[in-house]
């Protein structure tokens, strides 16, 4: 991965649970993500569970709207895995996910199962090539809110939060 200021095009949604066929134990691919705090900058870790391999990133995030999830430009700086120690400093406001991933419709589907003090929220986020691709793209029947219009549900936002503090925001969301 080492693309470098990608632009990205995606459109988030609650779920309940993976859409079949994928189940918990389908192929994925496990993310840590350590945010430095007041900045756009977070420390990712993968591991890729069937080979056992692991990559480090450095990641800016930069979203195109403040009130939006839509538009983000990505830029990655891959880091060996001295370089990453470096990091570990930052270690502790972290966000874990399992990250599975279909594709349904001729669309690319990315399904995040959160771990740890965030469990039971599950997101799903599909991804397209275009604003114009985004803005056609009709809400999925499994999907029980949309959440691309709100910042809130940025991980570097919640990272500090419960899952209980995730479902009253989802309450008060849904009651209006």
């Known amino acids: 991965m080492n693309k470098t200021g990608r632009t990205e095009y995606r459109r988030y949604y609650l779920i309940e649970s ?3 066929p994928l189940t918990r134990a389908s192929e994925h691919v496990q993310f840590f993500d350590n945010y ?4 756009r900058i977070r420390i990712r870790t993968i591991r890729f569970p069937d080979t056992k391999a692991w990559q480090w990133l450095m990641q800016q995030r930069d979203w195109a709207e403040p009130e939006s999830n839509r538009v983000c430009r990505v830029s990655d700086m891959e880091l060996n895995e001295a370089e990453h120690a470096q990091f570990e400093t930052f270690e502790g406001t972290e966000i874990r996910k399992n990250r599975y991933t279909i594709e349904i419709g001729g669309r690319h589907f990315s399904f995040d199962v959160y771990l740890g003090k965030l469990w039971g929220l599950n997101r799903a986020a599909v991804s397209f090539n275009s604003f114009e691709e985004l803005n056609a793209f ?3 029947g499994d999907a029980y809110l949309e959440v691309t219009d709100n910042p809130f549900f940025r991980d570097e936002n919640i990272v500090e939060l419960t899952f209980e503090d ?4 989802v309450a008060r969301m849904m009651a209006k």
């Not at 430095?36 to 900045?39: D, R, S, W």
């Not at 995730?166 to 925001?169: F, G, K, N, V, Y």
């Open 18 to 20: 993976l859409p079949e």
């Open 36 to 39: 430095i705090a007041n900045t």
């Open 138 to 140: 009709p809400h999925p």
């Open 166 to 169: 995730i479902q009253t925001a």
